[in-house]
């Protein structure tokens, strides 16, 4: 609403919510502050788990800082922009979620008291996204080397990322188990090495327990054999993938076929069952003994592949299709007419076995894979699930420092020495960027601190211990949660990807300066549906 001449202009439709200035900063700061101090008691190897429980009364529980945020059903724009963080730090670098989320929101608590000092949101901007760029440059510059070999060094790793979580009494096993896979599907090019973590499938089964998940050398498929005939059993076995189905092809126009004998459509028949029968004996010349179709397989092919032996496995999923050829060595076949001997993939054998409840079929001893399974078991639905987004954040971060080769201490240690330096730098700015500086340096802090409340320690006396340390130049100093000293994280195991560090600082910093930069939300009301003439929607009209 708006005044010319004492008449008033309507601009804004009616009901719509208007919020400027500095209560527009207020509530967006609020909301950002509410998401962080939610999962703020996640954070660490003693950190809480959540309980979610959705609309349709689905539950999960879990200690991950991005399954959290996915999982909260939120209302307010900035406190989505906060939970854009977490997915961007889940799918750059699979740990660190909570991490960047907590710091994001310490970073705008220290931008209100800027604030409430009259100093410009575009100065506090610019003096955080100066002394962001300084904090990578000071992390890059402790960042320690590792040998990409040291498979002891990966492993420390990976139980850095599984510390906290369900998982955590088989760490050992599961931390082996990963740096496995990714070693597995690793390759080297021009002395680095890349890895597509998509080629390691978590299949998961409830029972047994979690020391009971196990890497199979090739793949499991949440499939059965197609028909009871076949083998179950196949060893030294010769496997076709299909992207084909075995079946006969509908035409591709519209045709309609007048039989006037019997015997034509006898005939008719007898002719499908010849086509069925040299797409099976196309397979059996090859050699193969193993089928895997992505589509479907007619009931009479299943009756000729069983009696000529083969082992079937039909409606794979694409994703699955894949892997099966990378970790056999099998190229995917569009055309039963062109198969060869040379198309088909190998392993040690394939087995259909009950695994809880439900039949599997597992694709093990592959000569070479380029694509692995970790089978998950765990005592409950919860459990299992928990377990796989653990396994998750560690074959990202193995992934992470297998191709930088650079890690820094966990435990706090980095935001400790990364805020020290900070200090001794915000002074050589000048200006009021500085005071937005030191608070950037003072708001790192907030991971070492949540670090020891979420354990039981007093914050206060575990910073004044850290900044001492880091002081006398112990770089890898952070909290040893577990004995409540300040101590060396490198010799104790606890070691992260760079990158892990790099981008939470950086995609909090720019959520941070986005949310600050907003002084106005306009907000439209909601649209509510049109009642048709009988008090009802309309709906007679959308039927199809």
Same mark, same amino acid.
């Given at each position: 609403?708006?005044?010319?001449?004492?008449?008033?202009?309507?601009?804004?439709?009616?009901?719509?919510?208007?919020?400027?200035?500095?209560?527009?900063? !207020?509530?967006?700061?609020?909301?950002?502050?509410?998401?962080?101090?939610?999962?703020?008691?996640?954070?660490?190897?003693?950190?809480?788990?959540?309980?979610?429980?959705?609309?349709?009364?689905?539950?999960?529980?879990?200690?991950d800082g991005v399954t959290i945020l996915k999982e909260m059903d939120v209302e307010h724009p900035?406190?989505?922009?906060?939970?854009?963080?977490?997915?961007?730090?889940?799918?750059?670098?699979?740990?660190?979620?909570?991490?960047?989320?907590?710091?994001?929101?310490?970073?705008?608590?220290?931008?209100? #008291?800027?604030?409430?000092?009259?100093?410009?949101?575009?100065?506090?901007?610019?003096?955080? !996204?100066?002394?962001?760029?300084?904090?990578?440059?000071?992390?890059?510059?402790?960042?320690?080397?590792?040998?990409?070999?040291?498979?002891?060094?990966?492993?420390?790793?990976?139980?850095?990322?599984?510390?906290?979580?369900?998982?955590?009494?088989?760490?050992?096993?599961?931390?082996?188990?990963?740096?496995?896979?990714?070693?597995?599907?690793?390759?080297?090019?021009?002395?680095?090495?890349?890895?597509?973590?998509?080629?390691?499938?978590?299949?998961?089964?409830?029972?047994?327990?979690?020391?009971?998940?196990?890497?199979?050398?090739?793949?499991?498929?949440?499939?059965?054999?197609?028909?009871?005939?076949?083998?179950?059993?196949?060893?030294?076995?010769?496997?076709?993938?299909?992207?084909?189905?075995?079946?006969?092809? #509908?035409?591709?126009?519209?045709?309609?076929?007048r039989i006037t004998d019997p015997d034509q459509l006898m005939k008719f028949i007898e002719q499908?069952?010849?086509?069925? @029968?040299?797409?099976?004996?196309?397979?059996?010349?090859?050699?193969?003994?193993?089928?895997?179709?992505? @589509?479907?397989?007619?009931?009479?092919?299943?009756?000729?592949?069983?009696?000529?032996?083969?082992?079937?496995?039909?409606?794979?999923?694409?994703?699955?299709?894949?892997?099966?050829?990378?970790?056999?060595?099998?190229?995917?076949?569009?055309?039963?007419?062109?198969?060869?001997?040379?198309?088909?993939?190998?392993?040690?054998?394939?087995?259909?076995?009950?695994?809880?409840?439900?039949?599997?079929?597992?694709?093990?001893?592959?000569?070479?894979?380029?694509?692995?399974?970790?089978l998950i078991r765990g005592g409950s639905e919860h459990v299992v699930d928990e377990v796989e987004?653990?396994?998750?954040?560690?074959?990202?971060?193995?992934?992470?420092?297998?191709?930088?080769?650079?890690?820094?201490?966990?435990?706090?240690?980095?935001?400790?020495?990364?805020?020290?330096?900070?200090?001794?730098?915000?002074?050589?700015?000048?200006?009021?960027?500085?005071?937005?500086?030191?608070?950037?340096?003072?708001?790192?802090?907030?991971?070492?601190?949540?670090?020891?409340?979420?354990?039981?320690?007093?914050?206060?006396?575990?910073?004044?211990?850290?900044?001492?340390?880091?002081?006398?130049? @112990?770089?890898?100093?952070?909290?040893?949660?577990?004995?409540?000293?300040?101590?060396?994280?490198?010799?104790?195991?606890?070691?992260?990807?760079?990158?892990?560090?790099?981008?939470?600082?950086?995609?909090?910093?720019?959520?941070?300066?986005?949310?600050?930069?907003?002084?106005?939300?306009?907000?439209?009301?909601?649209?509510?549906? #049109?009642?048709?003439?009988?008090? #009802?929607?309309?709906?007679?009209?959308?039927?199809?």
């Open positions: 609403m708006a005044t010319l001449q004492g008449t008033p202009v309507l601009i804004l439709k009616e009901g719509t919510q208007r919020t400027v200035g500095r209560d527009a900063q !207020r509530m967006n700061i609020m909301a950002a502050r509410v998401i962080a101090e939610a999962v703020k008691s996640t954070l660490g190897p003693k950190g809480m788990d959540k309980m979610l429980v959705d609309s349709l009364g689905d539950v999960v529980i879990t200690n900035a406190a989505k922009m906060i939970i854009e963080v977490a997915k961007t730090q889940d799918n750059e670098v699979g740990d660190g979620t909570t991490t960047a989320v907590v710091l994001a929101g310490e970073l705008l608590k220290k931008a209100e #008291e800027l604030l409430d000092q009259e100093i410009h949101p575009t100065i506090i901007a610019r003096g955080y !996204r100066m002394a962001s760029n300084k904090a990578i440059e000071i992390l890059e510059s402790i960042a320690m080397d590792i040998d990409v070999e040291d498979v002891d060094t990966l492993k420390k790793i990976a139980a850095t990322a599984i510390t906290g979580k369900h998982s955590e009494y088989a760490l050992e096993h599961l931390s082996s188990l990963v740096v496995e896979a990714v070693k597995r599907v690793a390759e080297k090019v021009d002395d680095h090495y890349r890895v597509d973590e998509d080629n390691i499938k978590l299949e998961k089964r409830q029972g047994g327990s979690v020391a009971d998940t196990k890497l199979v050398n090739g793949i499991v498929i949440d499939k059965e054999v197609v028909h009871p005939g076949m083998p179950k059993r196949v060893k030294n076995a010769k496997i076709a993938v299909l992207k084909a189905a075995l079946e006969v092809k #509908e035409t591709e126009t519209d045709a309609e076929i499908e069952e010849k086509m069925l @029968k040299e797409m099976v004996d196309k397979l059996a010349e090859a050699g193969a003994n193993v089928v895997f179709c992505q @589509k479907g397989i007619d009931d009479l092919a299943q009756y000729y592949l069983a009696k000529a032996g083969i082992l079937a496995v039909r409606r794979v999923k694409q994703s699955d299709i894949e892997k099966i050829a990378k970790a056999c060595g099998a190229k995917i076949i569009t055309d039963l007419r062109e198969i060869t001997s040379a198309d088909l993939g190998e392993a040690d054998l394939v087995e259909e076995r009950k695994v809880g409840d439900e039949k599997m079929v597992f694709i093990e001893g592959c000569k070479n894979p380029k694509a692995v399974t970790i987004r653990s396994l998750q954040d560690a074959i990202k971060v193995v992934k992470a420092a297998l191709e930088s080769g650079k890690v820094v201490a966990g435990g706090g240690a980095p935001e400790i020495e990364v805020a020290l330096k900070l200090r001794e730098w915000a002074p050589t700015l000048g200006g009021r960027e500085q005071l937005a500086a030191e608070a950037f340096a003072s708001a790192l802090e907030v991971i070492p601190r949540a670090l020891a409340e979420n354990s039981g320690l007093d914050p206060i006396d575990i910073l004044v211990e850290l900044r001492k340390a880091h002081e006398e130049g @112990k770089t890898t100093y952070g909290v040893d949660v577990f004995s409540g000293e300040v101590t060396c994280m490198k010799e104790k195991g606890v070691l992260e990807p760079l990158k892990v560090k790099t981008q939470a600082i950086s995609s909090a910093t720019e959520v941070a300066i986005m949310i600050l930069r907003i002084d106005d939300v306009i907000a439209a009301k909601g649209l509510e549906k #049109e009642k048709g003439p009988e008090g #009802e929607s309309g709906e007679e009209e959308s039927e199809e």
